[in-house]
């Protein structure tokens, strides 16, 4: 059984960081990527960024380009995301997500195949 578990959400003045972790359990050997995408309150899931299976590419969306890093940890079996710079419009509930088809720029949530229960990152003015 496949688990994602996120972790390290709260609450954060604008310009300020924070640090997601994603931890991940189970069978993965058909994945070839992982992601993090965010849901603000009466809006769609969308993409924030992805790092492929071995880790040495990564994709972001433009609204945080230059401010998000991702990350991986495979001896830890878990995935980051280095949020810098905050603003109130980065406020959302973040998933993180296993895909076999999520290796490359543009990211949707159809591409994930698995999800964890998301956190929740507010951030104030």
């Known amino acids: 059984q496949v688990r994602l578990v996120e972790s390290g959400g709260g609450l954060v003045q604008a310009g300020g960081s924070l640090r997601l972790s994603c931890a991940v359990s189970?069978?993965?050997?058909?994945?070839?990527?992982m992601g993090w995408f965010r849901q603000a309150e009466g809006k769609e899931r969308e993409f924030v960024g992805s790092?492929?299976?071995?880790?040495?590419?990564?994709y972001y969306a433009d609204s945080v380009k230059g401010r998000f890093t991702i990350s991986r940890d495979r001896a830890k079996n878990t995935m980051y995301l280095q949020m810098n710079s905050l603003k109130p419009e980065d406020t959302a509930v973040y998933y993180c997500?296993?895909?076999?088809?999520?290796?490359?720029?543009?990211?949707?949530?159809?591409?994930?195949?698995?999800w964890g229960q998301g956190t929740q990152v507010t951030v104030s003015s």
């Open positions: 997500a296993g895909s076999k088809s999520l290796d490359g720029p543009g990211g949707n949530p159809v591409q994930a195949d698995y």
């Open positions: 189970g069978r993965t050997f058909s994945w070839n990527g």
């Open positions: 790092i492929n299976w071995s880790g040495d590419r990564t």
